[in-house]
């Protein structure tokens, strides 16, 4: 009887927070999306499912999901291979590779603001990193075209990756890339290391090529790791925003507008609190989905292991 | 062949590396050019000056002390408040998650499954969805652009209580039950025995919770109005609209100084960031 209270009390301070900052929130957050809750008006009439359906019928709601579908589908899967590559050479039996996870590894724990105010420049027509490296690398070209009379075209110098919309996302899925690389790479490193040698040894006596290997053991072996990073990024990947809010503020056109700052701005700026609560709801329903689908795997592999 | 192979990862690692690690270098060197210098070229990019005919480094160290101390901003308090605000978090978080992880695994009360599930199904509640409520919560407690209103909604994490829990299930049963025998209080135990034994976990919680509080933008953003509560994150959005401007070299002190710390505490803890990363995918 007394362990019991003992209980309770040791509880009492993280269940009070989860309660006041995450699970009351969630039933505040339904509540609001039913009413005309505009902080700016006074009278905060009920109205129903009206949010819900103008959420669903507002175009610019759905042009912000796609394109974080957009951005997901592009920056998931390819820093998904980033990291996998990394992490084959990371783990390797070499000297040194702790320094390289290590510099791996920075950009994920620095400040986003300084992040984005760094890939500001990075992506500036004419002077910026890349516009140089371009530079440098037509100079390469001119001296190539000169000495063997050939006539190669020299690339563009002026694109403004952030104020052109046919390539602003895509800049902003790169970036991405980069700075979610570490985790990744951890993750997949960890993966990579728990996979038994024994397996690699008696396939290299039968024969087989390292690519062979790494089609045939590595990557099925790596499947509940993989699927774990695959759900956390695209999770993650869906809730973009500081980026956006300090390099494009969803210009040009809208072309970069992503769920996660147009959610922002319905509440802060147009002060639409219900409307925008139906909003992150109506997000919400794919991504538990996913969280879920995590959940069960992850339940299931936990369960293979105890049987062994 | 094994030797060529060494090779050609090395190759591969340090063309990654530098280009992992070029916008960083760019940004020490861009902090150093005279302020309000225009963008340099990537030839121009050390700050140099001529003395007799000849280039001489010539870094304008003055910029760090401009941004800290002359740059209309109050950024000393913004690194202040970023101080308090980020040490009282861990401090908090540590204490309470522990407290929860304890009695999760070591105590027996009804309900405590129930519990566990809660703070696991609260993961999953992503962003979006909690930053208006939680807004108005904090607003209806009268915390709005205070310190409350900083740490109070962070001062507990539903992940940091799943990492402790995996890893104080790790601790064997019969410390505890050896120690109760010996009419220790379960406080004694939790505190003496339990704790000092899950210092690596402990450590994995505080590095999370550094870095997340430290380079935490969107909730300051929100949680704050007056110029003296932003924290340096903060602060750094309003120099850039504001006294940076398109001041590069300017700007790019400001970020240093908003980066150095985090990354003084990432490589002193870098090994606790590696383990906390692969305890939190085995769910």
């Known amino acids: 009887m007394k362990k019991s209270w003992a209980g309770y009390l040791f509880l009492a301070p993280a269940a009070l927070h989860l309660f006041v900052f995450a699970l009351l929130p969630i039933g505040y957050a339904l509540f609001l999306s039913v009413f005309k809750w505009d902080v700016l008006k006074p009278?905060?009439?009920?109205?129903?499912?009206?949010?819900?359906?103008?959420?669903?019928?507002?175009?610019?709601?759905?042009?912000?999901?796609?394109?974080?579908?957009?951005?997901?589908?592009?920056?998931?899967?390819?820093?998904?291979?980033?990291?996998?590559?990394?992490?084959?050479?990371?783990?390797?039996?070499?000297?040194?590779?702790?320094?390289?996870?290590?510099?791996?590894?920075?950009?994920?724990?620095?400040?986003?603001?300084?992040?984005?105010i760094l890939w500001i420049y990075i992506y500036l027509p004419t002077s910026g990193l890349i516009a140089s490296l371009i530079q440098m690398l037509n100079a390469g070209i001119a001296k190539a075209n000169q000495l063997l009379h050939i006539s190669l075209?020299?690339?563009?110098?002026?694109?403004?990756?952030?104020?052109?919309?046919?390539?602003?996302?895509?800049?902003?899925?790169?970036?991405?890339?980069?700075?979610?690389?570490?985790?990744?790479?951890?993750?997949?490193?960890?993966g990579l290391l728990g996979i038994p040698r024994p397996l690699y040894e008696a396939a290299e006596l039968d024969g087989a090529s390292r690519w062979q290997c790494f089609k045939q053991i590595t990557l099925p072996m790596l499947t509940p790791t993989t699927f774990f990073v695959l759900i956390t990024s695209t999770i993650g990947a869906f809730q973009l925003f500081t980026p956006v809010y300090m390099m494009t503020q969803g210009n040009p056109e809208d072309s970069t507008r992503v769920i996660g700052y147009h959610i922002y701005e319905e509440a802060w700026s147009r002060f639409h609190v219900g409307l925008a609560s139906a909003q992150s709801f109506v997000l919400m329903v794919p991504l538990f989905f996913i969280a879920l689908m995590q959940e069960r795997f992850m339940r299931r592999r936990l369960e293979g292991f105890s049987i062994q | 062949m094994k030797l060529f192979r060494a090779l050609g990862s090395y190759l591969l690692l340090s063309a990654l590396?530098?280009?992992?690690?070029?916008?960083?270098?760019?940004?020490?060197?861009?902090?150093?050019?005279?302020?309000?210098?225009?963008?340099?070229?990537?030839?121009?990019?050390?700050?140099t000056r001529f003395e007799e005919g000849h280039k001489v480094f010539d870094p304008h160290f003055e910029n760090y002390k401009t941004v800290l101390f002359d740059s209309g901003?109050?950024?000393?308090?913004?690194?202040?408040?970023?101080?308090?605000?980020?040490?009282?978090?861990?401090c908090l978080v540590l204490l309470f998650t522990s407290m929860a992880a304890y009695g999760l695994?070591?105590?027996?009360?009804?309900?405590?499954?129930?519990?566990?599930?809660?703070?696991?199904l609260s993961m999953m509640?992503?962003?979006?969805?909690?930053?208006?409520?939680?807004?108005?919560?904090?607003?209806?407690?009268?915390?709005?652009?205070?310190?409350?209103?900083?740490?109070?909604?962070?001062?507990?994490?539903?992940?940091?209580?799943?990492?402790?829990?995996?890893?104080?299930?790790?601790?064997?049963?019969?410390?505890?039950?050896?120690?109760?025998?010996?009419?220790?209080?379960?406080?004694?135990?939790?505190?003496?025995?339990?704790?000092?034994?899950a210092k690596p976990a402990l450590a994995t919680v505080a590095a999370?919770?550094?870095?997340?509080?430290?380079?935490?933008?969107?909730?300051?953003?929100?949680?704050?109005?007056?110029l003296y509560m932003r924290t340096l994150e903060v602060g750094l959005s309003v120099f850039k609209n504001s006294y940076g401007g398109n001041n590069w070299p300017m700007?790019?002190?400001?970020?240093?100084?908003?980066?150095?710390?985090?990354?003084?505490?990432?490589?002193?803890?870098?090994?606790?960031?590696?383990?906390?990363?692969?305890?939190?995918?085995?769910?």
């Open chain 1, 153 to 190: 075209s020299l690339l563009p110098t002026d694109i403004d990756f952030l104020n052109d919309k046919a390539w602003a996302l895509w800049a902003l899925a790169f970036m991405s890339i980069w700075t979610g690389l570490g985790p990744r790479m951890v993750l997949f490193s960890a």
């Open chain 2, 17 to 47: 590396a530098a280009f992992l690690a070029a916008p960083f270098v760019w940004m020490l060197l861009v902090s150093l050019h005279p302020s309000k210098a225009p963008i340099p070229t990537i030839e121009r990019v050390v700050p």
């Open chain 2, 73 to 90: 901003l109050p950024v000393p308090i913004f690194l202040l408040n970023t101080v308090f605000v980020t040490a009282c978090t861990v």
């Open chain 2, 251 to 283: 700007q790019m002190a400001a970020t240093v100084i908003v980066m150095v710390p985090v990354l003084a505490v990432f490589l002193y803890a870098q090994r606790y960031f590696v383990r906390g990363i692969i305890l939190g995918s085995t769910k």
């Open chain 2, 105 to 120: 695994t070591r105590l027996r009360f009804a309900g405590r499954e129930t519990f566990f599930r809660m703070f696991w």
């Open chain 1, 43 to 116: 009278n905060k009439p009920f109205i129903g499912a009206k949010n819900y359906v103008d959420t669903l019928t507002d175009s610019a709601f759905w042009n912000a999901m796609w394109n974080s579908t957009k951005f997901a589908l592009v920056s998931v899967p390819a820093g998904l291979a980033v990291a996998l590559f990394v992490a084959v050479l990371v783990t390797q039996r070499l000297r040194g590779m702790a320094f390289f996870r290590t510099v791996f590894y920075i950009p994920a724990v620095s400040s986003g603001v300084a992040i984005s």
């Open chain 2, 208 to 226: 999370f919770t550094f870095i997340a509080t430290w380079t935490d933008f969107f909730w300051p953003l929100l949680a704050t109005n007056s």
């Open chain 2, 125 to 197: 509640f992503v962003g979006p969805v909690l930053q208006i409520p939680v807004y108005l919560i904090v607003r209806s407690l009268g915390w709005l652009d205070s310190y409350y209103a900083l740490i109070v909604p962070g001062a507990s994490s539903a992940f940091c209580v799943f990492l402790l829990r995996q890893f104080f299930i790790q601790i064997p049963f019969d410390i505890d039950e050896a120690a109760r025998l010996d009419g220790a209080s379960e406080f004694r135990i939790y505190w003496k025995l339990i704790l000092p034994l």
